[in-house]
């Protein structure tokens, strides 16, 4: 199974960058999805998930009210708009994708998620 990121770059702080997180392989509607990110020699950290199918959004607190997490059914494609971009946004972007309708409680944990893509880097710098 193949998730397939992009979007990533360099940008100024307050600026912003759009995600996107491919899948041809994946019945885009009976997973859940979500995108994590990681810097060197920390764990990796949550930032937002969404539900496959039906309303679920969630999000991690350091981007709650800057990034919004989105899906186009048609694409099989998951987005997340990343506005307000700080220094410390900056990391290794992963999205990740579950059978759907995991308990909302473990959505947060990168354990939960059985499918990975690759990573795109994503730099916030002036």
């Known amino acids: 199974v193949q998730l397939q990121a992009s979007g990533g770059g360099l940008v100024q702080p307050g600026g912003s960058l759009r995600l996107s997180c491919a899948t041809s392989q994946l019945p885009f509607s009976t997973h859940d999805f979500a995108w994590f990110r990681q810097t060197p020699g920390k764990e990796r950290e949550f930032a937002a998930a969404i539900r496959g199918r039906g309303p679920g959004t969630y999000y991690g607190d350091s981007v709650k009210g800057r990034f919004t997490i989105s899906r186009d059914g048609a694409k099989n494609t998951v987005y997340m708009q990343m506005n307000s971009l700080k220094p410390e946004d900056t990391a290794v972007y992963y999205c990740?994708?579950?059978?759907?309708?995991?308990?909302?409680?473990?959505?947060?944990?990168?354990?939960?998620?059985?499918?990975w893509g690759q990573g795109t880097e994503v730099t916030v710098s002036s």
């Open positions: 990740a994708a579950v059978p759907a309708r995991v308990n909302s409680g473990r959505l947060f944990r990168p354990s939960t998620y059985d499918y």
